[in-house]
């Protein structure tokens, strides 16, 4: 090996062991994600009464809503990033974290709200239905509130493993109309994942590649079938200057990627069942 392929070989071995240091979540990191996660919720606990718009699609895309709603029929899955301000329009901080808002879409013809949530529902069978959950399973219910543990594997350069814990509660606003909200409860990164020496790191100590994770599901059956969109938001490390080669993909990427991957999935599985 020349000198100069051997010195950039042995750079990149050392910045990816620099990228494995841990960063852990701090609590005024914790605090901004949870503001912003109130007032995510807040507007779509607004937009989903009956007097809303319930999808946001229709109402805020960056597309217009008709012409969306008329791509989403065509079959096409549309997502956007998204930002939610604060009360005054501007923009919410997060002190040494990044927030990463996604929403996707989809219409499923003839499929039943019934169907979708039946699905989204069956944790027990999440590790059958999406490649990134290894584990699932439901760990209770009260009413329309449901509590999960999901194992997830992410990949993207790296490798990381964590196990979750997440409450969903589940609103029936009409017939035809339903949503709910999901926030992670707890979040912990597997060391050593499916070898002797495996162990759950303590909470908010590790990569910090995921921090927390909150879900928004909206179903609307309409049309001849039913209207499904997922906002997303997900709370990861800042990026190191140095080794944005390395860690920038996994941070920015795996969030949209795993919302893309959740949406078809779930649409594979509602058609096979039809």
Aim: charge should be negative; proline fraction near 3%.
């Amino acid at each position: 090996m020349s000198r100069s392929l051997l010195s950039i070989a042995l750079l990149a071995l050392s910045l990816s062991s620099v990228a494995a240091a841990p960063r852990d979540l701090e609590d005024h990191t914790r605090a901004d994600f949870d503001r912003y996660a109130a007032a995510t919720a807040a507007r779509v606990i607004r937009e989903s009464q009956p007097a809303g718009s319930f999808l946001y699609l229709q109402h805020a895309s960056t597309d217009n809503g008709a012409a969306a709603l008329s791509r989403l029929r065509r079959g096409e899955l549309i997502y956007e990033r998204l930002e939610t301000r604060d009360v005054n329009g501007g923009e919410m901080e997060i002190r040494d974290g990044l927030i990463h808002h996604w929403l996707g879409g989809m219409f499923l013809q003839g499929v039943s709200v019934e169907d979708a949530l039946e699905l989204v529902q069956d944790y027990d069978r999440h590790a059958e239905i999406y490649p990134e959950v290894e584990r699932s399973r439901l760990l209770g219910r009260r009413g329309d509130t449901l509590r999960s543990f999901l194992r997830f594997r992410k990949h993207k350069v790296i490798t990381v493993v964590m196990n979750t814990e997440h409450e969903a509660r589940y609103v029936r606003v009409a017939p035809h109309r339903a949503y709910s909200l999901s926030h992670s409860t707890r979040v912990q990164e597997v060391e050593d994942a499916g070898m002797a020496s495996e162990r759950e790191l303590p909470e908010g100590e590790g990569h910090g590649f995921m921090w927390a994770m909150n879900s928004y599901w909206r179903f609307l059956e309409r049309d001849g079938g039913t209207y499904i969109e997922c906002e997303s938001i997900t709370l990861t490390r800042t990026i190191p200057y140095l080794l944005r080669w390395i860690v920038r993909p996994f941070v920015n990427d795996v969030p949209r990627q795993s919302l893309q991957s959740l949406l078809e999935n779930t649409r594979e599985e509602l058609r096979a069942n039809q």
